[in-house]
């Protein structure tokens, strides 16, 4: 169609409003990036701006140097790769049965389901359950307390229901084949989709999950990296990664400065390069069940 005068000046308009958009979304975490091996002098003064400028590594060695820091890094993975794994087995143990048309009542337990969504005990009643399940200070309180999710119930459930024929499960009892096997025979391959949006939605929650570790943990050995990184940040700790000894108050100021720059990218840098190659299944995940035919 032949665009008119107006049209053309609404798109340009459009697109200029959204480049300013993602510039401003863009720029900080760019900026961090540069900043991060840059001359903390420099930064402070305000010249890194676009480049990075007498490259400086200071701040990802006295990062890398901290054991704290580390051991983080190995209970996020830790909390990550289990916690994604129970939480996608109960989802899925939780969503197909949901799915069946031969459940008897199953949309009134899906109501109940649902009703969690909106009520909850709190967070003082929450705490005490934990205790009393002797789930305080341990690595399980960090998976099991959040193991599965409503709302990824229903969107796994809405999959298995509009996105997969029915008649594929009845050929299959037809063809001799209990439930379990149906699941894993026939419904779990044909949903890769689906179980490949929930791994990235969980695995994101547990990668940057720091409340219940700020809540429940007290043995430092056993704190998340998002939770260390708190502390570094918004506590200021980072006076202990640095020794005064080695320079002048100013010099280890700076050091500071650099090594919270650091602790930013290298907190953030596996989700960074894993979301884009994943965005699609994102998008994938937002669109099931939004068409109904």
Not at 151 to 177: H, K
Not at 181 to 202: D, E, G, K, Q
């Amino acid at each position: 169609m032949k665009q008119s005068l107006m049209d053309r000046i609404f798109i340009i308009f459009i697109y200029t409003l959204l480049i300013i958009i993602m510039l401003m979304v863009l720029y900080p975490l760019y900026f961090v990036l540069i900043a991060s091996f840059s001359s903390p002098q420099l930064v402070l003064n305000g010249d890194v701006w676009l480049w990075p400028k007498e490259l400086s590594w200071r701040g990802y060695e006295k990062l890398f140097q901290n054991k704290e820091i580390m051991q983080g890094y190995g209970n996020t993975i830790l909390y990550t790769v289990s916690g994604t794994a129970i939480n996608v087995a109960l989802t899925v143990a939780a969503a197909f049965p949901l799915s069946r048309r031969n459940l008897l009542g199953r949309h009134w337990i899906s109501g109940f389901m649902v009703f969690t969504m909106f009520f909850s005990g709190g967070l003082i009643p929450t705490y005490l359950l934990i205790k009393q399940l002797g789930l305080l200070n341990t690595y399980w309180v960090m998976v099991l307390p959040g193991a599965v999710s409503v709302w990824n119930i229903m969107l796994m459930r809405t999959f298995f229901q509009s996105g997969l024929p029915f008649e594929l499960q009845e050929a299959a009892a037809i063809d001799g084949c209990s439930n379990l096997r149906i699941l894993w025979r026939v419904v779990l391959p044909l949903s890769a989709p689906i179980l490949a949006v929930m791994v990235l939605f969980y695995s994101v929650g547990h990668w940057n999950a720091y409340f219940n570790a700020l809540i429940y943990l007290s043995d430092r050995d056993k704190y998340p990296l998002q939770l260390i990184l708190r502390e570094i940040l918004v506590q200021g700790e980072t006076k202990d990664m640095v020794d005064v000894s080695e320079g002048s108050l100013s010099s280890s100021v700076l050091d500071v400065e650099s090594i919270k720059y650091a602790i930013v990218i290298v907190a953030n840098l596996p989700i960074l390069i894993l979301y884009p190659f994943l965005q699609k299944y994102f998008n994938k995940g937002v669109m099931v069940g939004a068409l109904k035919g």
